[in-house]
Nanobody
Framework: QVQLVESGGGLVQPGGSLRLSCAAS????????MGWYRQAPGKERVLVAS???????NYGDSVKGRFTISRDNAKNTVYLQMNSLKPEDTAVYYC???????????????WGQGTQVTVSP
């Protein structure tokens, strides 16, 4: 069984920083692209940032220059460093990963449970 466990959300003032972490657990995993999505109340879930196993990154336009995604392949963990946070960054942030278990010949898409990020004075 594959689980993605997120941590690091919370309440921060505008201009502040937070670091999110997401660790994939399970035996014999091969993980391809990992990423972060967010969903604000009443809005669709959108991509924040993604990173391939080789380290190539992709960012949503609204977070470019402020957020940095990274990963530790040995720990099956992805991070999101969020700086210069704005009230409009307030959302539930979800971790996502394309994972192949040792017994599978294909990759499946997995989601974390979500972590709340609130940016408010």
């Amino acid at each position: 069984q594959v689980q993605l466990v997120e941590s690091g959300g919370g309440l921060v003032q505008p201009g502040g920083s937070l670091r999110l972490s997401c660790a994939a657990s399970g035996s014999g995993l091969s993980i391809n692209t990992m990423g972060w999505y967010r969903q604000a109340p009443g809005k669709e879930r959108v991509l924040v940032a993604s990173i391939t196993r080789g380290g190539s990154t992709n960012y949503g336009d609204s977070v470019k220059g402020r957020f940095t995604i990274s990963r530790d392949n040995a720990k099956n963990t992805v991070y999101l460093q969020m700086n210069s946070l704005k009230p409009e960054d307030t959302a539930v942030y979800y971790c996502n990963a394309a994972v192949r278990r040792w017994s599978d010949s294909y990759y499946s898409n997995y989601w974390g449970q979500g972590t709340q990020v609130t940016v408010s004075p």
